[in-house]
Protein backbone atom coordinates (compact mmCIF):
# COMPACT_ATOMS: atom_id res chain seq x y z
CA UNK A 1 0.00 0.00 0.00
CA UNK A 2 1.19 3.47 -0.76
CA UNK A 3 1.71 6.30 1.82
CA UNK A 4 -1.31 7.51 2.77
CA UNK A 5 -1.48 11.45 4.21
CA UNK A 6 -4.34 13.61 5.93
CA UNK A 7 -4.08 16.72 7.14
CA UNK A 8 -6.10 18.61 10.20
CA UNK A 9 -6.69 22.00 10.14
CA UNK A 10 -8.69 24.44 12.43
CA UNK A 11 -11.25 26.74 9.93
CA UNK A 12 -12.06 29.02 13.31
CA UNK A 13 -9.88 30.83 15.69
CA UNK A 14 -8.16 27.73 17.50
CA UNK A 15 -9.53 25.76 20.21
CA UNK A 16 -11.70 23.86 17.62
CA UNK A 17 -11.42 20.36 18.92
CA UNK A 18 -8.04 19.24 16.34
CA UNK A 19 -6.82 17.07 18.01
CA UNK A 20 -10.13 14.97 19.41
CA UNK A 21 -10.65 13.94 15.54
CA UNK A 22 -7.04 13.75 14.45
CA UNK A 23 -6.88 10.10 17.52
CA UNK A 24 -10.25 9.39 16.40
CA UNK A 25 -8.72 9.07 12.49
CA UNK A 26 -5.23 7.79 14.33
CA UNK A 27 -7.17 5.13 16.10
CA UNK A 28 -8.92 3.92 12.81
CA UNK A 29 -5.89 4.14 11.07
CA UNK A 30 -3.75 1.76 13.88
CA UNK A 31 -6.56 -0.31 13.60
CA UNK A 32 -6.59 -0.73 9.70
CA UNK A 33 -3.04 -1.47 9.37
CA UNK A 34 -2.92 -3.82 12.63
CA UNK A 35 -5.53 -6.15 11.62
CA UNK A 36 -3.16 -6.82 8.58
CA UNK A 37 -0.24 -7.42 10.87
CA UNK A 38 1.00 -11.06 12.11
CA UNK A 39 0.60 -11.93 15.43
CA UNK A 40 4.54 -11.25 16.11
CA UNK A 41 3.95 -7.82 14.66
CA UNK A 42 1.24 -6.84 17.15
CA UNK A 43 3.14 -7.39 20.10
CA UNK A 44 6.27 -5.55 18.75
CA UNK A 45 6.16 -2.24 20.25
CA UNK A 46 8.73 -1.29 17.34
CA UNK A 47 6.00 -1.65 14.72
CA UNK A 48 5.93 2.28 13.84
CA UNK A 49 3.44 2.32 10.81
CA UNK A 50 1.86 5.88 11.45
CA UNK A 51 3.56 9.35 11.63
CA UNK A 52 2.00 11.93 13.21
CA UNK A 53 3.61 15.38 12.85
CA UNK A 54 3.06 19.08 13.86
CA UNK A 55 4.37 21.09 11.30
CA UNK A 56 4.11 24.79 12.39
CA UNK A 57 3.77 26.59 15.79
CA UNK A 58 5.28 26.36 19.00
CA UNK A 59 4.37 26.10 22.99
CA UNK A 60 1.85 29.14 21.73
CA UNK A 61 -0.39 26.31 21.03
CA UNK A 62 -2.19 24.11 23.28
CA UNK A 63 -4.17 20.84 21.97
CA UNK A 64 -6.28 18.72 24.28
CA UNK A 65 -6.93 14.75 23.77
CA UNK A 66 -8.80 12.48 25.73
CA UNK A 67 -8.82 8.81 25.38
CA UNK A 68 -8.63 5.82 27.51
CA UNK A 69 -10.35 7.30 30.18
CA UNK A 70 -7.52 10.08 30.50
CA UNK A 71 -7.05 13.32 29.52
CA UNK A 72 -3.12 14.86 28.44
CA UNK A 73 -2.61 18.42 27.49
CA UNK A 74 -0.48 18.92 24.98
CA UNK A 75 1.86 22.10 23.81
CA UNK A 76 4.62 20.84 21.56
CA UNK A 77 4.21 17.23 21.53
CA UNK A 78 2.16 15.77 18.59
CA UNK A 79 -0.80 14.16 19.93
CA UNK A 80 -0.27 11.49 18.31
CA UNK A 81 2.06 10.07 21.02
CA UNK A 82 -1.16 8.83 22.96
CA UNK A 83 -1.23 5.85 20.65
CA UNK A 84 1.55 3.11 20.13
CA UNK A 85 2.60 2.37 16.82
CA UNK A 86 3.28 6.08 15.84
CA UNK A 87 6.05 7.84 15.34
CA UNK A 88 5.52 11.92 16.18
CA UNK A 89 7.55 14.18 14.80
CA UNK A 90 8.19 18.10 15.74
CA UNK A 91 8.34 19.24 12.11
CA UNK A 92 11.51 21.91 10.55
CA UNK A 93 8.61 24.89 11.03
CA UNK A 94 8.05 24.97 14.48
CA UNK A 95 9.50 26.72 17.29
CA UNK A 96 10.86 24.33 19.68
CA UNK A 97 11.60 25.73 23.82
CA UNK A 98 13.96 22.96 24.44
CA UNK A 99 12.98 24.14 28.49
CA UNK A 100 9.43 23.43 28.30
CA UNK A 101 10.11 20.28 25.79
CA UNK A 102 11.64 18.65 28.13
CA UNK A 103 9.01 19.28 30.77
CA UNK A 104 6.04 18.51 28.89
CA UNK A 105 8.12 15.61 27.77
CA UNK A 106 8.36 14.48 31.41
CA UNK A 107 4.97 15.79 32.39
CA UNK A 108 3.55 13.09 29.93
CA UNK A 109 5.84 10.19 30.99
CA UNK A 110 4.70 10.37 34.34
CA UNK A 111 0.81 9.97 33.34
CA UNK A 112 1.69 6.72 31.97
CA UNK A 113 2.49 7.68 28.31
CA UNK A 114 5.78 6.35 26.73
CA UNK A 115 7.92 8.48 24.93
CA UNK A 116 11.66 7.62 23.91
CA UNK A 117 13.33 8.19 20.37
CA UNK A 118 11.63 5.47 19.15
CA UNK A 119 8.81 7.11 18.90
CA UNK A 120 9.32 11.41 18.96
CA UNK A 121 11.77 12.90 16.94
CA UNK A 122 12.58 16.62 16.47
CA UNK A 123 13.32 18.24 12.91
CA UNK A 124 17.28 19.56 12.88
CA UNK A 125 15.97 22.44 11.18
CA UNK A 126 12.99 23.94 13.60
CA UNK A 127 13.59 27.24 15.28
CA UNK A 128 14.88 27.21 18.59
CA UNK A 129 13.20 29.66 21.19
CA UNK A 130 15.19 30.45 23.78
CA UNK A 131 15.31 31.70 27.63
CA UNK A 132 15.54 35.62 25.87
CA UNK A 133 12.83 35.52 23.16
CA UNK A 134 10.48 34.60 26.26
CA UNK A 135 11.36 37.45 28.44
CA UNK A 136 11.14 39.97 25.83
CA UNK A 137 7.81 38.12 24.89
CA UNK A 138 6.93 38.48 28.37
CA UNK A 139 6.99 42.48 28.26
CA UNK A 140 3.83 41.92 26.27
CA UNK A 141 1.95 39.56 27.86
CA UNK A 142 -1.30 39.82 30.29
CA UNK A 143 -4.37 38.15 31.03
CA UNK A 144 -6.51 40.76 29.01
CA UNK A 145 -7.13 40.75 25.35
CA UNK A 146 -4.68 39.99 22.81
CA UNK A 147 -1.51 40.27 24.33
CA UNK A 148 1.14 37.52 23.54
CA UNK A 149 1.09 34.09 24.61
CA UNK A 150 3.96 35.22 26.63
CA UNK A 151 5.90 32.08 24.83
CA UNK A 152 8.31 33.42 22.83
CA UNK A 153 7.01 32.62 19.49
CA UNK A 154 6.80 35.90 17.65
CA UNK A 155 10.61 37.03 18.88
CA UNK A 156 11.71 33.59 17.34
CA UNK A 157 9.51 33.91 14.14
CA UNK A 158 11.52 37.59 13.98
CA UNK A 159 14.86 35.78 14.33
CA UNK A 160 13.92 33.12 11.12
CA UNK A 161 12.54 35.51 9.09
CA UNK A 162 15.81 37.90 10.33
CA UNK A 163 18.20 35.29 9.89
CA UNK A 164 19.66 35.48 13.09
CA UNK A 165 17.47 32.34 14.30
CA UNK A 166 19.12 28.74 15.77
CA UNK A 167 18.52 25.43 13.96
CA UNK A 168 17.90 22.84 16.75
CA UNK A 169 20.80 21.25 15.43
CA UNK A 170 22.80 24.01 16.03
CA UNK A 171 21.50 24.51 19.83
CA UNK A 172 22.47 21.08 20.38
CA UNK A 173 26.37 21.94 20.60
CA UNK A 174 27.39 24.44 23.31
CA UNK A 175 30.31 25.94 21.66
CA UNK A 176 28.48 26.63 18.11
CA UNK A 177 25.73 27.66 19.75
CA UNK A 178 27.75 30.34 21.89
CA UNK A 179 29.30 31.58 18.46
CA UNK A 180 25.95 32.57 17.14
CA UNK A 181 25.16 34.04 20.01
CA UNK A 182 27.38 36.36 19.84
CA UNK A 183 27.33 36.96 15.98
CA UNK A 184 23.55 37.85 16.31
CA UNK A 185 22.42 39.25 19.29
CA UNK A 186 25.15 39.88 21.74
CA UNK A 187 28.25 41.06 20.59
CA UNK A 188 29.87 42.13 23.39
CA UNK A 189 29.78 38.45 24.89
CA UNK A 190 27.39 38.77 27.14
CA UNK A 191 24.11 37.78 27.94
CA UNK A 192 21.60 38.89 31.22
CA UNK A 193 19.02 36.68 31.58
CA UNK A 194 16.96 35.35 34.23
CA UNK A 195 17.51 31.56 34.89
CA UNK A 196 15.06 28.75 35.55
CA UNK A 197 14.33 28.66 39.46
CA UNK A 198 15.79 32.11 40.13
CA UNK A 199 14.24 35.46 40.77
CA UNK A 200 16.81 37.88 39.42
CA UNK A 201 18.52 38.90 36.17
CA UNK A 202 21.99 37.75 36.21
CA UNK A 203 24.69 38.47 33.45
CA UNK A 204 26.49 35.11 31.97
CA UNK A 205 28.84 34.79 29.34
CA UNK A 206 27.59 33.76 26.19
CA UNK A 207 29.59 30.16 26.60
CA UNK A 208 28.17 29.90 30.26
CA UNK A 209 24.58 30.85 28.46
CA UNK A 210 24.93 28.48 26.18
CA UNK A 211 25.82 25.89 29.42
CA UNK A 212 23.05 26.69 31.66
CA UNK A 213 20.93 24.48 28.85
CA UNK A 214 23.15 21.42 28.75
CA UNK A 215 20.82 19.28 30.86
CA UNK A 216 18.22 19.62 27.95
CA UNK A 217 20.95 19.29 25.05
CA UNK A 218 21.81 16.17 26.81
CA UNK A 219 18.23 15.00 27.30
CA UNK A 220 17.09 16.30 23.78
CA UNK A 221 20.18 15.02 21.74
CA UNK A 222 18.66 11.71 21.11
CA UNK A 223 15.61 12.98 19.64
CA UNK A 224 17.12 14.71 16.74
CA UNK A 225 16.14 13.47 12.97
CA UNK A 226 16.65 14.51 10.04
CA UNK A 227 12.60 15.67 9.01
CA UNK A 228 13.40 14.52 4.92
CA UNK A 229 14.45 11.16 5.76
CA UNK A 230 11.70 10.76 8.03
CA UNK A 231 8.67 11.88 5.81
CA UNK A 232 10.33 9.60 2.73
CA UNK A 233 10.53 6.50 4.76
CA UNK A 234 8.72 3.64 2.93
CA UNK A 235 7.78 1.90 6.21
CA UNK A 236 5.56 5.22 7.46
CA UNK A 237 2.02 3.74 5.65
CA UNK A 238 0.27 6.77 7.11
CA UNK A 239 1.03 10.09 7.42
CA UNK A 240 -0.95 12.54 9.68
CA UNK A 241 -0.42 16.47 9.66
CA UNK A 242 -1.59 18.43 13.12
CA UNK A 243 -2.04 21.59 12.69
CA UNK A 244 -1.69 24.09 15.40
CA UNK A 245 -3.71 27.38 16.16
CA UNK A 246 -6.18 27.54 12.66
CA UNK A 247 -6.47 29.53 9.40
CA UNK A 248 -8.12 32.27 10.98
CA UNK A 249 -4.83 33.11 12.79
CA UNK A 250 -2.43 32.52 10.24
CA UNK A 251 -0.24 34.91 8.87
CA UNK A 252 -1.92 35.15 5.16
CA UNK A 253 -5.44 34.64 6.22
CA UNK A 254 -5.63 35.38 9.60
CA UNK A 255 -7.15 38.68 10.93
CA UNK A 256 -4.57 41.15 11.08
CA UNK A 257 -2.53 42.61 13.38
CA UNK A 258 -3.84 39.69 15.71
CA UNK A 259 -2.49 36.65 13.95
CA UNK A 260 -0.33 33.94 15.20
CA UNK A 261 3.26 34.06 13.53
CA UNK A 262 2.83 30.69 11.16
CA UNK A 263 0.54 29.63 8.75
CA UNK A 264 -1.58 26.57 9.93
CA UNK A 265 -3.12 26.13 6.60
CA UNK A 266 0.22 25.62 4.51
CA UNK A 267 0.96 21.86 5.02
CA UNK A 268 3.97 20.76 3.58
CA UNK A 269 4.71 17.55 1.76
CA UNK A 270 1.61 17.17 -0.17
CA UNK A 271 -0.98 15.64 2.05
CA UNK A 272 -3.55 13.51 0.06
CA UNK A 273 -6.77 14.86 2.24
CA UNK A 274 -6.90 18.42 4.26
CA UNK A 275 -9.51 17.48 6.75
CA UNK A 276 -11.00 20.89 8.45
CA UNK A 277 -12.13 20.97 12.07
CA UNK A 278 -14.86 23.67 12.91
CA UNK A 279 -16.38 23.79 16.41
CA UNK A 280 -20.53 24.15 16.84
CA UNK A 281 -20.10 27.64 17.85
CA UNK A 282 -17.14 29.86 17.85
CA UNK A 283 -14.39 31.17 20.67
CA UNK A 284 -11.36 32.87 20.60
CA UNK A 285 -8.89 34.15 22.88
CA UNK A 286 -8.62 38.18 22.77
CA UNK A 287 -10.28 40.00 19.79
CA UNK A 288 -8.93 43.44 20.25
CA UNK A 289 -6.62 43.03 17.12
CA UNK A 290 -8.99 41.03 15.02
CA UNK A 291 -12.44 41.10 14.78
CA UNK A 292 -15.24 38.55 15.48
CA UNK A 293 -18.61 39.27 14.02
CA UNK A 294 -20.68 36.43 15.40
CA UNK A 295 -19.73 37.08 19.37
CA UNK A 296 -22.61 36.44 21.79
CA UNK A 297 -23.93 38.64 24.32
CA UNK A 298 -21.40 39.17 27.41
CA UNK A 299 -24.02 38.26 29.88
CA UNK A 300 -24.54 34.86 28.07
CA UNK A 301 -21.12 34.30 27.60
CA UNK A 302 -20.54 34.52 31.15
CA UNK A 303 -23.06 32.39 31.97
CA UNK A 304 -21.81 29.27 29.65
CA UNK A 305 -17.88 30.15 29.52
CA UNK A 306 -17.27 27.43 32.88
CA UNK A 307 -19.61 24.88 31.44
CA UNK A 308 -18.08 25.23 27.46
CA UNK A 309 -14.35 24.72 29.26
CA UNK A 310 -13.61 28.16 27.33
CA UNK A 311 -10.32 28.98 28.86
CA UNK A 312 -7.28 29.09 26.59
CA UNK A 313 -5.31 25.88 27.29
CA UNK A 314 -1.80 27.57 27.19
CA UNK A 315 -2.70 30.71 28.90
CA UNK A 316 -5.81 30.08 30.83
CA UNK A 317 -7.13 33.56 29.66
CA UNK A 318 -10.86 33.21 29.59
CA UNK A 319 -12.02 33.41 25.91
CA UNK A 320 -14.61 35.38 24.23
CA UNK A 321 -17.73 33.14 22.34
CA UNK A 322 -19.16 33.44 19.68
CA UNK A 323 -22.20 31.88 17.33
CA UNK A 324 -20.90 30.03 14.23
CA UNK A 325 -19.99 31.76 11.42
CA UNK A 326 -20.87 30.45 8.25
CA UNK A 327 -19.42 33.62 6.14
CA UNK A 328 -16.11 33.20 8.00
CA UNK A 329 -16.27 29.24 7.53
CA UNK A 330 -16.59 29.52 3.98
CA UNK A 331 -13.66 31.30 3.27
CA UNK A 332 -11.50 28.92 5.59
CA UNK A 333 -12.88 26.00 3.93
CA UNK A 334 -12.14 27.35 0.03
CA UNK A 335 -8.80 29.01 1.15
CA UNK A 336 -7.49 26.13 2.89
CA UNK A 337 -8.89 23.80 0.18
CA UNK A 338 -10.80 21.71 2.60
CA UNK A 339 -11.41 18.38 1.48
CA UNK A 340 -14.02 16.78 4.63
CA UNK A 341 -15.13 18.50 6.99
CA UNK A 342 -15.45 17.95 11.07
CA UNK A 343 -18.06 19.38 13.85
CA UNK A 344 -16.86 19.26 17.18
CA UNK A 345 -18.72 20.47 19.96
CA UNK A 346 -22.23 19.68 19.28
CA UNK A 347 -22.76 17.93 22.87
CA UNK A 348 -21.55 21.53 24.50
CA UNK A 349 -24.22 23.43 22.76
CA UNK A 350 -27.13 21.96 25.23
CA UNK A 351 -25.86 24.43 27.67
CA UNK A 352 -28.02 27.05 25.86
CA UNK A 353 -31.58 25.45 26.72
CA UNK A 354 -30.07 25.14 30.22
CA UNK A 355 -30.26 28.77 30.65
CA UNK A 356 -32.99 29.09 28.38
CA UNK A 357 -31.61 30.86 25.15
CA UNK A 358 -32.20 29.94 21.25
CA UNK A 359 -28.84 29.31 19.21
CA UNK A 360 -27.74 31.43 16.25
CA UNK A 361 -25.70 31.13 13.24
CA UNK A 362 -24.44 34.34 11.56
CA UNK A 363 -25.22 33.97 7.95
CA UNK A 364 -24.54 37.15 6.71
CA UNK A 365 -22.51 40.64 7.22
CA UNK A 366 -24.12 43.60 7.23
CA UNK A 367 -21.58 46.40 6.65
CA UNK A 368 -22.57 50.26 6.52
CA UNK A 369 -25.96 48.77 5.44
CA UNK A 370 -24.80 46.50 2.98
CA UNK A 371 -25.10 42.98 2.98
CA UNK A 372 -23.19 40.03 2.17
CA UNK A 373 -23.12 36.24 2.85
CA UNK A 374 -19.62 35.84 0.53
CA UNK A 375 -16.48 36.81 1.53
CA UNK A 376 -15.21 39.82 -0.25
CA UNK A 377 -12.08 41.23 -1.29
CA UNK A 378 -12.17 44.39 1.08
CA UNK A 379 -12.35 42.39 4.43
CA UNK A 380 -9.17 41.98 4.58
CA UNK A 381 -8.76 45.18 5.40
CA UNK A 382 -8.18 45.40 9.28
CA UNK A 383 -10.66 48.36 9.75
CA UNK A 384 -13.76 46.68 7.72
CA UNK A 385 -14.89 43.75 9.91
CA UNK A 386 -14.36 45.62 13.18
CA UNK A 387 -17.76 47.58 12.29
CA UNK A 388 -19.62 44.46 10.69
CA UNK A 389 -22.76 43.54 12.13
CA UNK A 390 -24.11 40.13 12.20
CA UNK A 391 -27.49 38.76 10.41
CA UNK A 392 -28.34 35.95 12.48
CA UNK A 393 -30.87 32.46 11.69
CA UNK A 394 -31.86 31.33 14.89
CA UNK A 395 -32.92 28.17 16.30
CA UNK A 396 -34.48 26.08 18.72
CA UNK A 397 -31.77 24.94 21.45
CA UNK A 398 -32.13 21.16 22.75
CA UNK A 399 -30.94 19.46 25.67
CA UNK A 400 -30.14 16.35 24.46
CA UNK A 401 -28.44 15.70 21.17
CA UNK A 402 -28.16 12.23 20.83
CA UNK A 403 -31.37 9.54 20.86
CA UNK A 404 -31.33 7.06 23.30
CA UNK A 405 -29.33 4.36 20.95
CA UNK A 406 -26.04 6.90 21.37
CA UNK A 407 -25.61 7.50 17.43
CA UNK A 408 -28.67 9.25 16.03
CA UNK A 409 -29.22 13.05 16.43
CA UNK A 410 -32.34 14.43 17.70
CA UNK A 411 -34.40 16.27 15.72
CA UNK A 412 -33.29 20.07 16.78
CA UNK A 413 -29.44 19.12 16.84
CA UNK A 414 -29.74 17.70 13.72
CA UNK A 415 -32.36 20.97 12.57
CA UNK A 416 -28.64 22.52 13.67
CA UNK A 417 -26.39 20.96 11.62
CA UNK A 418 -28.68 20.84 8.79
CA UNK A 419 -28.63 24.17 8.29
CA UNK A 420 -24.78 24.72 8.86
CA UNK A 421 -24.97 22.82 6.07
CA UNK A 422 -26.76 24.52 3.64
CA UNK A 423 -25.43 27.41 4.30
CA UNK A 424 -21.41 26.42 3.90
CA UNK A 425 -22.79 24.20 0.75
CA UNK A 426 -20.99 21.26 2.19
CA UNK A 427 -21.65 18.24 4.62
CA UNK A 428 -19.75 17.26 7.92
CA UNK A 429 -17.66 13.48 7.75
CA UNK A 430 -17.64 13.57 11.52
CA UNK A 431 -19.53 14.64 14.34
CA UNK A 432 -17.84 14.94 18.12
CA UNK A 433 -20.82 14.64 20.66
CA UNK A 434 -18.68 14.43 23.48
CA UNK A 435 -14.97 14.80 24.70
CA UNK A 436 -13.60 11.69 24.12
CA UNK A 437 -12.44 10.70 21.18
CA UNK A 438 -15.10 7.37 20.58
CA UNK A 439 -17.53 9.96 21.16
CA UNK A 440 -18.04 10.82 17.44
CA UNK A 441 -20.82 10.06 15.09
CA UNK A 442 -18.93 9.13 12.00
CA UNK A 443 -21.35 9.69 8.60
CA UNK A 444 -18.22 8.91 6.07
CA UNK A 445 -14.69 7.93 6.86
CA UNK A 446 -12.69 10.53 5.03
CA UNK A 447 -9.82 7.94 4.02
CA UNK A 448 -12.13 4.71 3.24
CA UNK A 449 -14.09 7.24 0.94
CA UNK A 450 -10.91 9.31 -0.30
CA UNK A 451 -9.06 5.81 -1.26
CA UNK A 452 -11.98 3.59 -2.28
Known sequence: MNKRSIAFVGGQWGDEGKAKILTWVLRFMRNDLYSNLDLFEKDTEKVKRILTQRFQGGGNAGHTAKTGGRKYAFHQVPSGIVYSGTYNLMGEGMFVNPRELLNEIRALMRKGLRISPDNLGVATNAQVTLDYHVEDDQADFNQEEHSSTGKGIKET???????????FIEFLDADLMAKILRDTHFPDGYVVTTLPGEREPTTL?????????????????????????????????????????????????????????????????RPDIIMGIFKAYESSVGIALRYFVGEMDTELADAVRATLGEFGTTTGKPRHIGWFDVVNARYSIAAAQMDFLSLTKLDAMEIFAEVGSPVKVVTDYN?????????????????????????????DSWDRTVERDGHTLTPPAKRYVQCLEDHLKKHFSIIGIGPADDEVIVRENPIEVFYS
Open 157 to 167: AEDRAGRKGMR
Open 205 to 269: TVEEYAHSYDVERFFLAPYTVDETRIVNDPTFLYHAFEGAQSLRLGLNHGAVPGTSSSDPDLVPH
Open 367 to 395: IDGQVSREWLDYFHRRDTLKSAVPVHEVL
